[in-house]
């Protein structure tokens, strides 16, 4: 399993051949979904998808939506 600053780290929840999925706990008791590329260096297609993954899922203000807080994505 991995460690991450933070975070609590359950379970792995998802993986495919680009990223994983993790379920975990905050600090602060929140629930959280973490999901992690697997390259590095992704591609600029594979930013843009992830980028507009992204804005979507914020965008969604419906109830048991997972909700996005912030992401890391570099530009």
Do not use: F, W
């Given at each position: 399993?991995?460690?991450?600053?933070?975070?609590?780290?359950?379970?792995?929840?998802?993986?495919?051949?680009?990223s994983v999925v993790y379920r975990g706990?905050?600090?602060?008791?929140?629930?959280?979904?973490?999901?992690?590329?697997?390259?590095?260096?992704?591609?600029?297609?594979?930013?843009?998808?992830?980028r507009q993954e992204y804005e979507i899922?914020?965008?969604?203000?419906?109830?048991?939506?997972?909700?996005?807080?912030?992401?890391?994505?570099?530009?």
């Amino acid at each position: 399993m991995i460690t991450l600053p933070g975070i609590a780290v359950q379970s792995q929840i998802y993986e495919s051949s680009a990223s994983v999925v993790y379920r975990g706990i905050g600090d602060d008791g929140r629930a959280i979904v973490v999901k992690m590329l697997k390259q590095d260096y992704p591609s600029p297609q594979e930013l843009t998808s992830y980028r507009q993954e992204y804005e979507i899922t914020i965008s969604l203000n419906l109830e048991g939506v997972v909700k996005a807080y912030r992401t890391h994505l570099r530009s």
